[in-house]
Structure formats: structure tokens, C-alpha cells
Nanobody, 119 residues
Framework: QVQLVESGGGLVQPGGSLRLSCAASGRDFSINFMAWYRQAPGKQRELVASITSRGSTNYADSVKGRSTISRDNAKNTVYLQMNSLKPEDTAVYYC?????????????WGQGTQDTVSS
């Protein structure tokens, strides 16, 4: 199995920025698709941004233009840079990755990191 560990969350003022990181680890694995999701209190989990192994990206309309997802394949790490943060960005952010590990397909989730945008 592939484990994902997120970091970088916390309390940020409106208009501020944050950078989330998610590092994958495991045995004999490859990563195809990586993404960030978020879940606000009382709401369903939603896709924030995704990136394929070739670097193609996709963003939710709510973050488009003020967020950048990137990945370092050598470090098996995906990043999410978010700028001009709004209170409605407050949520638990989850990292997601899929691919093959020891010849078997996997789809892994991180434990989540709380990001709060408040003055």
C-alpha cells in the first residue's frame, strides 16, 4: 500500500496564502494521478485540483486563477499553492493518489490537514 502524508495546513488570514505538501511512500510503486480534495463542515468532499503524471492539471472553478497544483516526481510529492484565500476556503484538505504498487492498483488518501481562513 502507498501512504500519503500531508503538511502545511493551519490558520491563515483572508487574502493570505498557503502551500500544502503531500508526500507518498511505499514499496515498488508508481503514481499516476494526484489530487487535492477538501471537505468543509456540513458539505461533501470536493475536488480542488488534480495533476496527471504528464503534468496536465485541472482546477475547481472556485479556486481557478488563484491556485497552482504541481508535483515533484523524484520526491513523489504533490503541492498545492493557494493565494488570495477566502473564508470559504476553510476546510480539511485531503491528498489523493493512485497508481500501481507491487503490481496492484491502489487509490490512497492522506489523513487530511485542517486549513482555516479567518481574521
Amino acid at each position: 500500500q502507498v501512504q500519503l502524508v500531508e503538511s502545511g495546513g493551519g490558520l491563515v488570514q483572508p487574502g493570505g496564502s498557503l502551500r500544502l505538501s503531500c508526500a507518498a511512500s511505499g514499496r515498488d510503486f508508481s503514481i499516476n494521478f494526484m489530487a487535492w480534495y477538501r471537505q468543509a463542515p456540513g458539505k461533501q468532499r470536493e475536488l480542488v485540483a488534480s495533476i496527471t503524471s504528464r503534468g496536465s492539471t485541472n482546477y475547481a472553478d472556485s479556486v481557478k486563477g488563484r491556485s497552482t497544483i504541481s508535483r515533484d516526481n523524484a520526491k513523489n510529492t504533490v503541492y498545492l499553492q493557494m493565494n488570495s484565500l477566502k473564508p470559504e476556503d476553510t476546510a480539511v484538505y485531503y491528498c489523493n493518489a493512485n497508481g500501481y504498487a507491487l503490481g496492484r492498483w491502489y487509490n490512497s488518501w492522506g489523513q487530511g490537514t485542517q486549513d482555516t481562513v479567518s481574521s
